[in-house]
């Protein structure tokens, strides 16, 4: 059976970056086993959903390397739930409640007083015929619950009914479901809620491996008991950690927090993304690695730690740095022209300033200063500023390369007696007008003689 795995997100906000963990891990996974990525838009939720978060969505994964290999929607298969909802009422494991959320919620809290376990006590099951019709014509009107296989002839009399399985990132892991409430499968409004149509779709889509959070661990003990009681076998089961900020905080779509729409509007490169969100909170050492295949070959599922991953946002600054430091200029050559760096002097351009850049956008501020000059004049004292012009006077003749930075410096250095910073501070502002970036003897040839003389203060 070829493996195939599923993305599932609700078009309710943006993906963040720890969303993008969750496609990353089914991706990397899919990939290494030759598979198939399904993206699964969980659109059932028509009032929040938007058409225009599904396509961004798209869009983002796009951006970030992954292509799904079919793209389903939960809005186009209603039918497929509707008719597995009527096998489940038929076979007596889906029945009607009538409580509303405050008596629910004070049932709730005698069981915790009692001391029992704070789970749903099946008081709908003893409802007859005639109470539900009355119930209704109050008004009422009924949300559904699946019953959990969790008591031999009695559901008012459970027992520890284990769930089984053998995670893929976890190891061996148990639900008992008598722990469990019944879980809602749709609600008042006839609205389905996520655990049918999910396990619908993985059983019609052919999905062999659910790879999600470990938020999500509790309810699968419950969702292998749907699958089972659909005459479906179950799909393996991974559940990673989760991303949280640096103070522990969780990540949400619906605050944009760290959104990959808002990164990439940042600058950030896609790959420092993906391999910022795949390999913090592994045994691996989190790198900046250059491509998707090479992040799928060093992938391994198995090495996510059992413990949240906390990360802050400047790591993605660190390997965005390293990437743009490592890439070649075949590579940045689209990116400089749609910069406005064009001309003959582009790669030895890029080649100077490609290690003392944060973003690629930062390249077209160095082009400005290359081209153009300071954004405005150095800020030198009276003794730095006559330093510089005696400097400039003592400029070589052209052609200019790599060495005349030195050449030049050395001059300097006897005719003046600076050397250090002394010598080197004051012409490094009034050539770039900052303290600080990529090496001189790299800058000196783009800026040409008559380039250079232009800055003198």
């Not at 410096?409 to 502002?429: I, M, N, Q, S, Y």
């Amino acid at each position: 059976m070829t493996t195939t795995v599923r993305f599932a997100p609700s078009p309710t906000g943006f993906i963040h970056i720890g969303n993008s963990r969750t496609a990353l891990f089914n991706w990397l996974f899919a990939k290494q086993q030759g598979g198939r990525f399904i993206l699964r838009f969980d659109d059932t939720d028509i009032g929040r959903s938007k058409r225009e978060y599904a396509d961004q969505i798209e869009t983002d994964l796009a951006w970030l390397g992954i292509t799904p290999d079919a793209v389903e929607r939960q809005s186009e298969r209603f039918g497929a739930y509707d008719a597995a909802a009527e096998r489940l009422r038929k076979s007596g494991l889906l029945y009607a409640c009538y409580e509303t959320a405050e008596e629910l919620e004070r049932r709730r809290r005698i069981r915790l007083q009692r001391r029992l376990p704070p789970v749903y006590g099946r008081e709908a099951l003893k409802l007859t015929e005639a109470e539900k019709a009355e119930l209704e014509a109050q008004g009422r009107k009924p949300h559904w619950r699946f019953l959990l296989p969790n008591f031999e002839n009695d559901p008012f009399s459970t027992h520890r009914t284990e769930a089984r399985w053998n995670d893929i990132v976890r190891g061996e892991e148990t639900v008992d479901l008598a722990s469990l409430s019944d879980p809602v499968l749709i609600r008042e409004d006839c609205s389905y809620l996520y655990t049918l149509p999910s396990v619908v779709d993985d059983i019609d889509l052919g999905v062999t491996h659910v790879i999600r959070g470990d938020d999500h661990i509790t309810n699968t003990g419950a969702q292998i008991a749907l699958f089972e009681a659909l005459g479906a076998k179950p799909p393996a089961f991974g559940h990673h950690n989760l991303l949280t900020t640096a103070s522990g905080a969780g990540l949400s779509k619906r605050t944009g927090a760290l959104s990959i729409k808002s990164l990439r509007e940042e600058g950030l490169e896609p790959m420092a993304i993906a391999s910022l969100a795949t390999l913090i909170g592994t045994s691996e050492a989190v790198t900046a690695v250059a491509d998707m295949a090479g992040l799928a070959s060093g992938f391994d599922i198995g090495r996510s730690s059992r413990s949240a991953a906390k990360f802050d946002p400047a790591e993605l600054i660190v390997l965005n740095r390293a990437l743009l430091r490592d890439r070649p200029f075949g590579e940045a050559q689209a990116r400089l022209v749609a910069l406005g760096i064009s001309d003959a002097r582009a790669e030895p351009f890029w080649l100077a300033i490609r290690g003392n850049i944060e973003k690629m956008n930062d390249a077209a501020e160095w082009w400005g200063i290359v081209t153009s000059g300071p954004a405005r004049p150095a800020e030198l004292g009276d003794d730095d500023r006559q330093f510089v012009r005696d400097a400039f006077d003592l400029l070589p003749p052209e052609p200019w390369d790599g060495t005349t930075w030195k050449e030049w410096t050395d001059l300097v250095k006897v005719r003046t007696g600076r050397k250090g910073k002394a010598l080197f501070a004051p012409l490094r502002l009034a050539l770039t007008g900052v303290p600080s970036g990529p090496e001189l003897a790299d800058l000196l040839p783009l800026l040409g003689r008559e380039g250079t003389l232009a800055r003198r203060p």
